[in-house]
Nanobody, 121 residues
Framework: QVQLVESGGGSVQTGGSLRLSCAAS????????MGWYRQSPGKQRELVAR???????HYADSVLGRFTISRDNDQNTMYLQMNSLKPEDTAVYYC???????????????WGKGTQVTVSS
């Protein structure tokens, strides 16, 4: 089990920046992957960025070049640096962790409760 707590959301104008943090209740070393997802009203939750245990990263096309995902194993924290924000980035951002939970290799997803990001034009 792990608890994930997001922080850093807020309201900014177009072109502004925010840095989201996701603090885990235990060591993130060994997590299969961590990621940021977002969901806006009337839309499905979508992947924003993902980072694996080997620090490979993947970004949604819509944020490529503007957002950067990183993780600090010593601080048990994952980050999302968001630059050049646009109104279409407005959403609740959720932290996700994928963890192998037993010797059979079963993986489980864990989620935070989300943090609101609002970008005004």
């Amino acid at each position: 089990q792990v608890q994930l707590v997001e922080s850093g959301g807020g309201s900014v104008q177009t072109g502004g920046s925010l840095r989201l943090s996701c603090a885990a209740s235990r060591s993130i070393f060994g997590f299969d992957a961590m990621g940021w997802y977002r969901q806006s009203p009337g839309k499905q939750r979508e992947l924003v960025a993902r980072i694996t245990s080997g620090d490979s990263t993947h970004y949604a096309d819509s944020v490529l070049g503007r957002f950067t995902i990183s993780r600090d194993n010593d601080q048990n924290t994952m980050y999302l640096q968001m630059n050049s924000l646009k109104p279409e980035d407005t959403a609740v951002y959720y932290c996700n962790a994928v963890i192998t939970v037993n010797v059979e290799g079963v993986k489980r997803d864990f989620w935070g409760k989300g943090t609101q990001v609002t970008v005004s034009s």
